[in-house]
Structure formats: C-alpha cells, structure tokens
C-alpha cells in the first residue's frame, strides 16, 4: 500500500480457509499491511509452503523478518506481542485473556471439528452435535455486542466469525437427501438467532467483511468437498 | 492478603501436573481437590459445564479457568516469579506451535496405541507416534530442557511423555519405544522428572502403575468403543 510502512509481512492463505480469515481479519484490524500469497492448496502445494511448514504443510502461515509463524490463534497472538500499538485482540488483564483464550479454543475443537464432519458423515449426529454447539455459543455471547464484551470486538470475535459463512452450508446440508432427515434439520436462524445478529454486526467492518467469501461460494466449494470426500 | 488459589484435579494425570508445577514454580500456594471422574462432583461439572474435566484453576471469585495449557498461560501472567512462557514473542510463538504438535501428534496416537485391540490399527499409531516424536526430540538439540536450562511451558506440555508413557507400558505390557530410540527424549524425561519443583509434586511410579492397573479395562472399553466411531 503507497505511503504505509512496509513491516515486511507475508501471509500464505487459501481464499476459502477459515483459518487464514482469521489472520485477514486480524492484519486489517490492526492497519497493517501485507503481501496477500494465494496458494492453491487443492493442487500441488509450493515449495514456498513446504519449506515455510514442514510439519503440517498448511495454511495459513505468516511469513515475518525472515522467521515462519503457523497457526492461526498463535499467529494472531503473535501480532498482538509484535505490534503492540496496533489495536489490540485479546484485552490486558489476565482472566479476561484466559477466558478469550478458552472460547477460541472451544471454536477450534468444536465448531471446526463438528462442522468439518460435513464433509465425511452423513447429517444425523453433527447436526445434534452442532445445535448443543451452537446453542453454548449463543449462551456465552449472551446480550454482548460482541464475544470481546467491554474490550468489543476481538479474539474470540475473529476466531469465530470466518465460520458463519459455513452456516448457510449447514443449513442446506442438514435439509437434503431422505425427507426423514428433515426432522434432524438444523436452522441456526432458529438455534441461535443473537449468533446471527452477532455475525451480521461482524459483517459491518470493513475487516470481515472485506476477508470473508459469500455463503454461496462458501456452499459451492462444501459442494465439491463432498464430492471428492464421495458424499455426494 | 493472596487471593486463595484451588485446583481441581485428579490423581496420575499429566494434565493436571502441568497446572501444579506452574504454581509450584511461582511459588503459589494452592489447595488440591482431587476428584474421582467416574464420579464427578457438583463443584467440578458447576466449574467446567463445558468440558466437564480437569484441571480446573479456582483464582480467589474468579469464574474458573480450565484447560491445561490455558491454566499454565494464566498463572505466568497473573503470578510474579520467574517466566514460564519465553520472552520473546517468536519463540513464545514456537512453544506454542510444539505444545499443539504435542497435544494432536504425539500424545494423542500414542494413547490410541496403548488400548486399541486391533493390532493393524496399533502400528498405525505408533508410526505416526514415532514419527512425530523424532521431530519433536530435534527440538532437544543442545538443551537440558525444551525450554532451555529450567523447565517451563514446552516441558509442561510434554510432560505426559516423561510422566505417564513408561508406566502405561508397564500398565499394558505393551513396549511401544525401544530402550535405544529417542535417546535425547529419554535423557530429558529423566532430567525433568528429577527435577525439584516436578519432583516434589509427582506421586511415587508404584503408585501411578498401581492407578492405572486399576482403570485399565475401563480405559480400553472407551478407547476401542472411541476407535469404532473414526
């Protein structure tokens, strides 16, 4: 960007990916600028990639003064420490971070871990699973604004928010084949509606909404995942 | 006047060790409540609904704190006393990544390894296991410790590796590591768990061998009922 100060950032991301949302979202939060790399990890994965994450060879990986950083919650706490006058994600006081810290983890394991079984398994349990997800999410972000509470938007904002565009895809997912599926059907419209009003106020920064891909694409690229995974 | 500190935990678990020797090394005095988590208590489930386990780090009125890692990341930020987490963001970042590699892919196949019936499952496992265990011990490379001279968070996190993996082989009779493998692994888990501060929170082997024998047909009844779902 003209006239900013080149901190010398590179990130190696997957447009779709969650994960390299996060570190988006995070990036433009903080007014820091970067070389967007778009590595086709469907294809051959670059030397570049492999040489930058030889353990697990994925994205995203933040390339910083010649040094590898991988991960996205770790990535985003590294910003945090490097560039410490830039807006912070996770706020000062030490409960306040381990709690931020919990629920991001709990999206990691849970919403990721569920929700990617959309790929692999067929509706009945992940949907059970994703409503008992969902509803946690809904009880913990309670009449905030934001995850972040009075620090507003934040650590546990940005860790979640990539995966709501995943939402649309739940939905029509856990509605098709057998009508007896049906029953099973999870609406999170209906499950968690201050989710939903959360993930529309997220959507109005620029940062979301600039990182993020529609549903639509979101539900086209689900489609071809399943089929390569033969679900469908 | 200190804030009182409980934690809740359990007997033989690596977990919880990892939240004790933190404050240990603070030099936080703490309360232990040990629970049996075939019968888990109300105090346990009203602190931690949403994974219902242990440790869980009670810090004066607090709402607890839970997960392991977490737990340790709280006590070297709340507590003074010597870091437990590097200093420098980068390797902070580093201790991190390990911590996770840790966690996912090492512990966790070596565990399936040690009660899976199925024998060709098992040598899935401990290749993976294996595999990522040589990773990890290049990590070791000219260090005592993982965190360099004294123990700290990396340590912590690896600390089932040095704690619990020898008696549960004695526990199953399974010997998944040979005595020559991981030489530096196995140096270190003799050097960390001689360790003072570790030491003087660590129950005597009889005792964990003991403990686990105990679980031991409860232990594989989940572990292979867990297999049939991958």
């Known amino acids: 960007m003209a006239g900013e100060k080149n901190v010398g950032l590179v990130l190696l991301d997957f447009w779709v990916s969650p994960f390299g949302q996060r570190c988006r979202i995070a990036l433009a939060e903080k007014g820091l600028p970067y070389e967007y790399v778009e590595e086709n990890i469907m294809a051959v994965k670059s030397d570049r990639l492999l040489r930058s994450n030889p353990v697990y060879k994925h994205i995203p990986v933040l390339l910083h003064d010649g040094r590898t950083i991988t991960e996205s919650l770790i990535i985003l706490q590294h910003l945090d420490q490097v560039f410490p006058d830039t807006r912070p994600l996770l706020p000062a006081d030490p409960y306040e971070r381990a709690h931020a810290r919990f629920w991001a983890d709990y999206v990691d394991k849970k919403v990721y871990g569920s929700g990617s079984k959309m790929y692999t398994e067929p509706q009945m349990q992940t949907n059970i699973e994703m409503v008992d997800i969902l509803k946690t999410l809904e009880r913990e972000l309670g009449e905030k604004e934001f995850f972040g509470g009075e620090h507003g938007f934040g650590f546990v904002d940005v860790a979640l928010i990539p995966f709501t565009a995943w939402f649309e895809s739940f939905d029509r997912y856990s509605f098709k084949k057998k009508s007896f599926d049906r029953y099973w059907g999870v609406k999170v419209a209906e499950v968690a509606p201050k989710l939903v009003s959360w993930a529309a106020r997220c959507q109005e920064r620029e940062s979301v909404s600039n990182s993020l891909y529609s549903p639509e694409k979101v539900y086209d690229f689900a489609g071809m995942m399943r089929k390569d995974f033969g679900i469908e | ?230």
């Open chain 2, 1 to 230: 006047m200190a804030e009182p500190v409980k934690l809740i935990g359990t007997f033989g678990s690596p977990f919880v060790h990892r939240a004790e020797v933190a404050l240990r090394l603070k030099g936080v005095p703490y309360e232990l409540i040990l629970e049996d988590l075939t019968n888990k208590s109300e105090l346990l489930l009203r602190h931690n609904p949403i994974h219902k386990s242990v440790p869980v780090l009670l810090h004066g009125d607090r709402p607890a704190i839970c997960e392991s890692l977490l737990i340790v990341e709280y006590i070297d930020e709340a507590f003074d006393g010597p870091p437990l987490l590097p200093i420098d963001p980068y390797d902070r970042a580093m201790a991190r990544f390990w911590a996770q590699f840790i966690e996912q892919k090492c512990a966790k196949p070596f565990w399936m390894a040690l009660w899976l019936n199925d024998g060709d499952k098992r040598e899935v496992f401990v290749k993976e296991a294996k595999e990522n265990m040589a990773l990890l011990e290049s990590r070791l490379h000219g260090k005592r410790f993982f965190a360099g001279d004294t123990v700290g968070y990396l340590d912590f996190a690896a600390c089932g590796l040095a704690l619990v993996l020898g008696v549960l082989a004695e526990v199953t009779g399974l010997s998944l590591v040979g005595e020559d493998e991981f030489p530096l692994l196995r140096r270190w888990a003799d050097d960390y768990t001689s360790e003072e501060t570790v030491k003087a929170c660590l129950p005597p082997r009889e005792q964990l061998v003991a403990h686990f024998s105990g679980k031991k047909d409860r232990i594989k009844l989940a572990v292979n009922a867990m297999a049939c779902q991958m």
